[in-house]
């Protein structure tokens, strides 16, 4: 009985770390509609990119925890890494201060996050 406790820990920290990611990115949208009418948005985005990004790494640790010593399935695993690319690539874009791939990037990771959170 005591596996069955253990994958359901894990299962849980999964949906815990999604949810925290796709809570980090609505909350990126919040902070970029401050940072274009407010004198502090610049630091609330630029906190919320650090933050957003240890979610995305939080995913990854939690879907390989998942799979690896649960013996679930790899697919989480592969969602989470492609996951932390897109959100490298969201990072490099906001740093470049290129908004025209930058805001749609964030838009779909969004929506792909949501998709993953609504999956579980």
Do not use: D
């Given at each position: ?16 770390a999604i949810t925290l990611q796709t809570l980090t990115i ?66 490099v874009l906001g740093i470049a201060h290129i908004p025209s791939v930058h805001l749609p990037l964030g838009v779909l ?12």
């Open positions: 009985m005591a596996p069955q406790a253990t994958a359901q820990q894990r299962f849980s920290f999964l949906q815990i609505f909350l990126q949208a919040v902070s970029a509609g401050l940072l274009l009418t407010s004198s502090y948005g610049e630091t609330l985005h630029s906190v919320g990119a650090r933050v957003m990004y240890g979610a995305s790494m939080l995913y990854v640790l939690a879907a390989v925890l998942a799979w690896k010593p649960g013996g679930g399935s790899p697919r989480p695993v592969w969602h989470a890494s492609g996951f932390l690319v897109l959100a490298s690539v969201q990072v990771m969004f929506g792909l996050s949501m998709l993953a959170l609504t999956r579980r």
